[in-house]
């Protein structure tokens, strides 16, 4: 009896840290975004438009941290720099005129990137 509660104890505790794995940890800053650890770079969940404006008017943190990762460079300044970007934030598809959007996202030209 003792050895079968102490097996399942072992086994759910093994399974605890595989399902959040998969969760998100949270810790966002007060723009919706925070830091990936495991790969690296600067990336949102919430308000997407603040922190590109942010980068692109070189304020906040991610601007003051060089954490473009974000956004490309210039040209499309405000833009998610990659289709994977705008997934990450929550923001994909993203449409002419919407904050995020750049003609990099958008392969087909018909003002919807990340379709």
């Keep these: 009896m003792h050895h ?15 399902g959040a794995a998969f969760a998100h940890g ?10 990936d650890r495991k790969h690296g770079g600067y990336h949102c969940h919430r308000a997407p438009d603040l ?3 942010q980068i692109s008017a ?3 943190y991610a601007a003051r941290n060089n954490l473009t990762d974000f956004v490309t460079p210039a040209r499309n ?12 934030a929550g923001a994909a598809p993203v449409r ?6 750049g003609p990099h996202l958008d392969r087909d030209g018909d003002g919807t990137g990340c379709e």
């Design 26 to 35: 949270g810790g966002l800053d007060r723009h919706g975004c925070h830091h």
């Design 77 to 88: 300044a405000g833009a998610f720099r990659n289709c994977a970007a705008a997934r990450a």
């Design 58 to 60: 070189g304020t906040g």
């Design 51 to 53: 922190a590109a404006a």
């Design 96 to 101: 002419r005129g919407q904050p995020g959007y």
């Design 4 to 18: 079968s509660l102490s097996a399942g104890l072992a086994l759910a505790a093994a399974l605890l840290p595989a």
